[in-house]
């Protein structure tokens, strides 16, 4: 039985999900391995048995376009304004996971859209994915903010370097403590357990401490080569080095995330476009 097997099994199957549960990938920093490990989670979680549906909200860079190697013609923007159905602007990547990009700010939506039919479209994405992760870009922009403040549930990525934990704080702070979002993290690019250890429990220490916030911890990736490697080749560590340390590692991750309860609210998909649009003055 492969790694894969024997954790499909752990993962009960009263845990099987009726909604999408939505992950929202983030940190502080650009460079810190978002859009990697959104790749590669979204990989460990088909691999597991789940459907998995990844979208890019990180506008102008399509970073999981390059580091999962599809591209796509249409955004979730066409399915707002351009009459297009969800299921055209879903691409398909390795293993059958799906992909869209979302294209644009969804705060800024001109008057007179038929906001119901999109959200209609979300709702067929809901029913299909088990879960959907959302890998956000660099630093704090609208749109980031936007997607983060709606999100029920995320996933804080930090690095070892100060300014990493330094932004990954200031992010908390100012973005996810409102409303009673599961925080997970995971510390990457760390040398090893001791390191990971340390900067964990400090991070843990000062948010609990001065914002009052609890953490979920999901562990540690170390840094390795090959992370590097596989986004020169576009083909992503779990395809190419499927049982490497590593890879053993971002499975394991991943079914951890499974197996452990989803966030008190879980609106699906539906629910944080919901919120954006409200946000946003609309319905
Ligand atoms: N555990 C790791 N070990 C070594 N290199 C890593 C690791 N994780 C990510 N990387 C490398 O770090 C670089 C940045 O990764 P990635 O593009 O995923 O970051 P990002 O946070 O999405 O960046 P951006 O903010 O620009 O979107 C890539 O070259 C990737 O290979
Ligand atoms: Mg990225």
């Known amino acids: 039985m492969d790694q894969a097997e024997s954790l499909r099994r752990l993962i009960s199957q009263k845990k099987k999900l009726k909604k999408s549960r939505v992950l929202t990938i983030t940190g502080g920093k650009g460079g810190i391995g978002k859009t990697c490990i959104s790749v590669n989670l979204s990989l460990g979680l088909k691999k597991l048995g789940y459907n998995v549906t990844i979208i890019d909200a990180d506008l102008g ?65 809901d029913y299909y994915s088990d879960f959907i992760i959302i890998d956000t870009g660099a630093g704090l922009n609208n749109i980031v903010n936007n997607f983060l403040k709606a999100a029920d549930e995320v996933l804080v990525i930090v690095t070892p370097e100060p300014t990493s934990i330094m932004d990954a704080y200031t992010l908390i702070k100012y973005s996810l403590k409102d409303n009673d979002k599961k925080i997970n993290v995971l510390i990457n690019k760390v040398k090893n357990f001791e390191e990971y250890r340390e900067i964990y429990n400090r991070f843990e220490a000062v948010v609990k401490n001065y914002l009052g916030v609890n953490l979920n911890d999901l562990g540690y990736l170390e840094y390795d080569d090959k992370m590097m490697e596989c986004i020169i080749e576009q083909n992503p560590i779990l395809l190419k080095y499927g049982n490497s340390k590593t890879s053993k590692k971002i499975l394991t991750i991943a079914a951890k995330i499974a197996d452990q309860p989803p966030p008190m609210e879980n609106g699906g998909l539906f629910g944080i ?10 319905r």
């Open 61 to 125: 860079f399509s970073n999981v376009e390059i580091e999962l190697g599809v591209t796509s013609k249409y955004t979730l923007l066409d399915v707002l304004y351009n009459n297009k159905m969800i299921t055209e602007v879903i691409s398909e990547g390795p293993l059958g996971i799906k992909y869209i990009s979302s294209g644009g700010d969804f705060n800024l939506i001109n008057e007179g859209v038929d906001l119901s039919l999109f959200l209609n479209n979300i709702k067929i994405l």
């Open 273 to 282: 476009f919901s919120k954006l649009f409200n946000r946003g003055g609309f």
